[in-house]
T-cell receptor, first 110, second 113 residues
Framework: DAKTTQPPSMDCAEGRAANLPCNHS???????VYWYRQIHSQGPQYIIH???NNETNEMASLIITEDRKSSTLILPHATLRDTAVYYC???????????FGKGTRLSVIA | ETGVTQTPRHLVMGMTNKKSLKCEQH?????MYWYKQSAKKPLELMFV???????ENNSVPSRFSPECPNSSHLFLHLHTLQPEDSALYLC????????????FGNGTRLTVT
């Protein structure tokens, strides 16, 4: 079973920031938060991951609450190509396989 | 270009056919995975290979048979499938270690008639 809860869908205007929430209230101390996205007809694409500090890379920022029970993925300037299903996954340190939930379908609107 | 290549992209097969899906990774990873994605369902993990040994088999029916001849190649052999096996089959690879994300191919869309 996926250990995360995400809204099934969200809309975002093109050029605006997309803020995708994720609840992981049962996260363990050794579990990381990973985010992936899946654009239609493609395989999932890794975006970012974090443990407890906020993280930023060229694709997105990840904000994790101090109690680690929730996080937010931020796409600072959403484009139409960011339309996809976004998956939030918690995963222990090491090579444990990813367990996917249903994710959030983000629609970026012109 | 994801670094993980799957062939064919699309496959239509009858229930009595035997076919194979192929996955090749060009990333130097040492773990490979098969996932199944059915319509309106989350991705389901099928098999995991680490250092060419199968380390996980998620109660997958025996009509699906994986093979990992080396760390760069992974196959999924299919025989006597059912229409409900129609799905997108995704291959992924990763490097064993602390933070290694999975890198996915774009999948094979399988239709069983």
């Amino acid at each position: 079973d996926a250990k995360t809860t995400q809204p099934p869908s969200m809309d975002c205007a093109e050029g605006r920031a997309a803020n995708l929430p994720c609840n992981h209230s049962t996260i363990s101390g050794n579990e990381y938060v990973y985010w992936y996205r899946q654009i239609h007809s493609q395989g999932p694409q890794y975006i970012i991951h974090g443990l407890k500090n906020n993280e930023t890379n060229e694709m997105a920022s990840l904000i994790i609450t101090e109690d680690r029970k929730s996080s937010t993925l931020i796409l600072p300037h959403a484009t139409l190509r960011d339309t996809a299903v976004y998956y939030c996954i918690v995963r222990p340190l090491g090579n444990t396989p990813l367990v996917f939930g249903k994710g959030t379908r983000l629609s970026v609107i012109a | 270009e994801t670094g993980v290549t799957q062939t064919p992209r699309h496959l239509v097969m009858g229930m009595t056919n035997k076919k194979s899906l192929k996955c090749e990774q060009h990333l130097g990873h040492n773990a490979m995975y098969w996932y199944k994605q059915s319509a309106k369902k989350p991705l389901e993990l099928m098999f995991v290979y680490s250092l060419e040994e199968r380390v996980e088999n998620n109660s997958v029916p025996s009509r699906f048979s994986p093979e990992c001849p080396n760390s760069s190649h992974l196959f999924l052999h299919l025989h006597t499938l059912q229409p409900e096996d129609s799905a997108l089959y995704l291959c992924a690879s990763s490097q064993e270690g602390e933070y290694s994300p999975l890198h996915f191919g774009n999948g094979t869309r399988l239709t069983v008639t």
